[in-house]
């Protein structure tokens, strides 16, 4: 292999350069041409004013959306200038959003403040969160002050401008409406997001949210988290006033905004296309994929859209990616790990060129390497990367996307149900719960059963022959991990209802107890009687004829197990 990457690769040197961030400035917005501004947005001289009239609603938003899930850092200049005669209303936000409207996305008019429901009853930017500045105080809206700087989300669905959908609040010192500049600064680092005001160094506002996960409302409710398939988010700022005399002039003056990269550019390959899938699944913008230990999985390797055919790879891992790390330079692209040489922790999973010796067979993509049971057993995270045939006319080399696996103890198994309790030998038991995985296996006092299908959350399995009363079901997963639960329990009664009844038969007979199942069968005085019912819990039947006085009750379960009790005739 090595030889082969000579011949096609540029000398190998250490790549330095710090990891690119994404970002973007406006110094001021003498111009425009990168914005879309809706409803009565404005470029107004170096400004960007989003109001300046009465019944005024103005969006503003960057024209190309940006990463926000690892972490970003914004800061901007306003100013809100309130009127000379009248009332300043209503305030502004900094809006963060994937909206399925893009950079076309407008929410509520007055109240709603551009981002919520609003006056015009407005569904509200969904996925988003809102930093927002209220400069009227909206007693129905839970407002707590007009200089009220607050931060709103709802999730997925449409954002609203009610306090009870904020995650943080604080009313600054300063008056922010005061006509003078202003500037906020919003930092997040997943896990927490901090507002600060004019340049202090102590945040205004920081609490806890992960854009992934979620956080709290400060009512103790739960936050949940936008819904962001690529991690990227739309940004930009909204505006209204309201009618008669309360309007206000919002202009933005500066703005800066940088991105933390998601994933060094390592993880994206040469190829311009995701070649290399685990369990089907590139590990989204992350590049990251969940396992759980002693688990089979698969990985696949497609072959490039370029190569014409099958495609020769090499599939490497190691559980120390280093992007620019001497040997990742490979003149056709920058490894997550060292290739050339192979760094002493990378390992080499595959090689259908043949080049080098290999931990598992593989044959040209597109091919499938299934991981069996058992082969990971030892929680650990690993980067895989391959390089893989570009094109084979003329023979070029590409590097995939590289993906993360984070492999972590599988949860312990549970039991919710066995269904029935008791059945006859080769009936089928479902056994419900949790946390069943491939390769798990079932013992019946401890004997092995083998079951006839397993899912995450069923195991069924046919009932051994001679079961005991007072058995034992054992599901075991491959890491040793297992619960347990009765099975043909011997039954027992606590209890009856309309325990008497006439000599001619034909009446109502409860028996209450556990253990029983349907099937469960009931002679009254050595005479069958008609069971109407049977669950775990209580048997009803129809008593048969008999001699007057007390007669023995005997209730038998499909597994053999009995019970006596006792129903007097009268």
């Known amino acids: 292999m090595m030889n082969r990457l000579r011949a096609t690769a540029l000398p190998c040197f250490l790549l330095t350069a710090a990891l690119s961030a994404q970002s973007f400035q406006y110094t001021d917005f003498s111009s425009v041409s990168t914005l879309s501004l809706l ?30 899930i690892s972490g970003f850092d914004t800061t901007f200049t306003f100013r809100i200038t309130p009127p000379v005669a009248g009332t300043k209303a209503e305030g502004m936000a900094l809006v963060i959003h994937d909206d399925p409207n893009g950079i076309n996305t407008m929410g509520g008019t007055v109240w709603g403040m551009g981002y919520g429901n609003g006056s015009n009853g407005a569904v509200g930017i969904r ?36 306090e009870q959908y904020s995650i943080g609040r604080n009313t600054p010192g300063v008056i922010l409406s005061n006509g003078q500049l202003h500037t906020l600064r919003v930092r997040y680092v997943p896990g927490t997001i901090e507002v600060f005001v004019d340049n202090a160094t102590t945040p205004a506002i920081s609490r806890p949210y992960n854009f992934l996960s979620g956080g709290t409302y400060l009512s103790g409710a739960v936050a949940p988290a936008p819904t962001l398939a690529t991690g990227l988010c739309w ?24 991105s933390t990269p998601l994933r060094d550019a390592c993880y994206e390959g040469s190829l311009g ?24 999985f698969s990985i696949n390797m497609a072959a490039p859209v370029g190569a014409g055919g099958p495609a020769g790879y090499v599939l490497l891992l190691t559980p120390l990616p280093t992007p620019g790390a001497p040997g990742t330079n490979l003149g056709f692209g920058n490894a997550c790990m060292p290739m050339l040489p192979i760094g002493a922790s990378v390992f080499v999973l595959a090689d259908s060129f043949g080049w080098l ?52 103890p599988s949860a312990a198994p549970t039991i919710s149900s066995v269904n029935p309790l008791s059945a006859a030998p080769g009936a089928s038991i479902t056994v419900t719960g949790t946390h069943f995985v491939p390769g798990l296996t079932v013992a ?86 008609n069971v109407l019912a049977a669950s775990a819990t209580s048997v009803t039947v129809r008593t048969p004829p008999g001699a007057v006085g007390q007669a023995q009750v005997v209730l038998t379960t499909p597994g053999g197990c009995s019970t006596t009790t006792t129903y007097t005739y009268l």
Request: net charge negative; with cysteine; hydrophobic share 40%.
């Open 39 to 68: 409803g009565n947005a404005v470029q107004s001289g170096t400004s960007v004013r989003l109001t300046n009239a009465i019944q005024q609603t103005g969006w503003a938003w960057h024209r190309t959306a940006m990463p926000v």
């Open 127 to 162: 996925n988003s969160i809102a930093i927002e500045l209220d400069t009227y105080q909206d007693g129905f809206l839970g407002d707590t002050s007009a200089n009220e700087l607050t931060i709103h989300t709802r999730g997925a669905q449409g954002n609203h401008e009610n």
């Open 235 to 258: 940004l930009g700022f909204c505006a209204t006033t309201g009618a008669g005399s309360l309007y206000e002039t919002v202009d933005i003056q500066s703005w800066s905004w940088t």
């Open 273 to 296: 296309q995701d070649v290399l899938t685990v369990n089907g699944a590139t590990g989204g913008p992350l590049r990251e994929v969940a396992l759980s230990t002693y688990q089979p």
């Open 357 to 408: 010796p290999a931990w598992l067979p593989s044959s040209p993509a597109p091919h499938t390497l299934q991981i069996p049971t058992g082969l990971v057993g030892f929680p650990i995270d690993l980067t895989l990367q391959a390089v893989v045939a570009a094109t084979n006319t003329p023979f070029s080399l590409g590097l995939s996307n590289a993906i993360d696996l984070h492999i972590t």
């Open 444 to 529: 019946v006092n401890g004997s092995p059963v083998v079951p006839s299908s397993i899912t995450a959350t069923q195991v069924v399995f046919p009932v051994p022959a001679n079961l005991p009363c007072g058995s034992q079901v054992v599901v075991r997963n491959p890491d040793g991990l297992q619960v347990a639960s009765a099975l043909n329990p011997t039954p027992t009664v606590t209890g009856t209802l309309l325990g008497s009844g006439t000599s001619a038969g034909n009446a109502i007979f409860v028996i209450q107890g556990a253990g029983f199942a349907a099937g469960t069968t009931v002679t009254i005085g050595g005479a069958p009687a």
